[in-house]
C-alpha cells in the first residue's frame, strides 16, 4: 500500500498571502489529520476530518481550515500568513474507526513564511 | 497547544548498547499511547502501541512499557543501532479522538 502523500513538499510563500496544502491518505482509511510541528512548540494537533466532517479542532485560529473530499483526500488552508506559520505541517491518516485507531504520518509540508 | 522547549532532551549511546527512552503523559484518562520515530527530513514513523489496559508490550527489538500509577511510558530499544539515531516522540489519546496529544521529543544519537 502506499503511504501517506503531500503536496507541495516545500513551499516559501511572503505574509499576508494565503496557502494550500494537500494531502492524500493512505488507501482506505477515512480520517485524515494535521498537525503543525515547530522547533519551539513541537507537533500540535490543528483539526481531524473523517467522512467530509470536521470531527475534532485543536487551538488554532480560524485562519487555519481544512476540509476533506468524497474520496477521503484532504486540505489545509492557511490564510493572511504570519512568519510564526512557518512550520512542518503534517497530515497523518487512519481508518478512523476500531480501538485502536493508528495514524500514519505523510513526509510533510515545509512552509517558510517571508 | 503545548508549549515545549528549544532543547530537546537528548540521550547517547553506543551502538549494541540498549536505550531507554522515558515520557511522562498528562491525561490520567488517555488510553492509547504510542511511540514514533522521527528521523530528519520525514515525518514521524509509526514504532509500537500501548492499550491501558496493558502494561507491557514488545515489538522487533522494542519494548513499550506503560506505569499508569506515575502516569509514565517508555521505549527500551534492545542492540540500538546507527538507524536509530532520530527523535523519538510519545503521544497519548482516547480511543474514538485523534487528537493526540505529543511530547517534547527526545533525541536518540547512536555512536558507532
Known amino acids: 500500500k502506499a503511504g501517506v502523500t503531500q503536496t507541495p513538499r516545500y513551499l516559501i510563500k511572503t505574509r499576508g498571502q494565503q496557502v494550500t496544502l494537500s494531502c492524500s491518505p493512505i488507501s482506505g482509511h477515512r480520517s485524515v489529520s494535521w498537525y503543525q510541528q515547530t522547533p519551539g512548540q513541537g507537533l500540535q494537533f490543528l483539526f481531524e476530518?473523517?467522512?467530509?466532517?470536521?470531527?475534532n479542532k485543536g487551538n488554532f485560529p480560524g485562519r487555519f481550515s481544512g476540509r476533506q473530499f468524497s474520496n477521503s483526500r484532504s486540505e489545509m488552508n492557511v490564510s493572511t500568513l504570519e512568519l510564526g506559520d512557518s512550520a512542518l505541517y503534517l497530515c497523518a491518516s487512519s481508518l478512523g474507526r476500531g480501538l485502536p485507531d493508528t495514524q500514519y504520518f505523510g513526509p510533510g509540508t515545509r512552509l517558510t513564511v517571508l | 497547544g503545548e508549549s515545549v522547549g528549544l532543547h530537546l532532551p537528548t540521550l547517547s549511546v553506543q551502538e549494541g548498547d540498549n536505550s531507554i527512552i522515558n515520557c511522562a503523559y498528562s491525561n490520567s484518562a488517555s488510553d492509547y499511547f504510542i511511540w514514533y520515530k522521527q528521523e530528519s527530513g520525514k515525518g514521524p514513523q509509526f514504532i509500537i502501541d500501548i492499550r491501558s489496559n496493558m502494561d507491557k508490550r514488545q515489538g522487533q527489538r522494542v519494548t513499550v512499557l506503560l506505569n499508569k500509577t506515575v502516569k509514565h511510558l517508555s521505549l527500551q530499544i534492545a542492540a540500538t543501532q546507527p538507524g536509530d539515531s532520530a527523535v523519538y516522540f510519545c503521544?497519548?489519546?482516547?480511543?474514538?479522538?485523534?487528537?493526540?496529544?505529543f511530547g517534547a521529543g527526545t533525541r536518540l544519537t547512536v555512536k558507532p
Open positions: 503521544a497519548e489519546n482516547k480511543y474514538n479522538n485523534n487528537d493526540m496529544r
Open positions: 476530518y473523517f467522512s467530509e466532517t470536521q470531527r
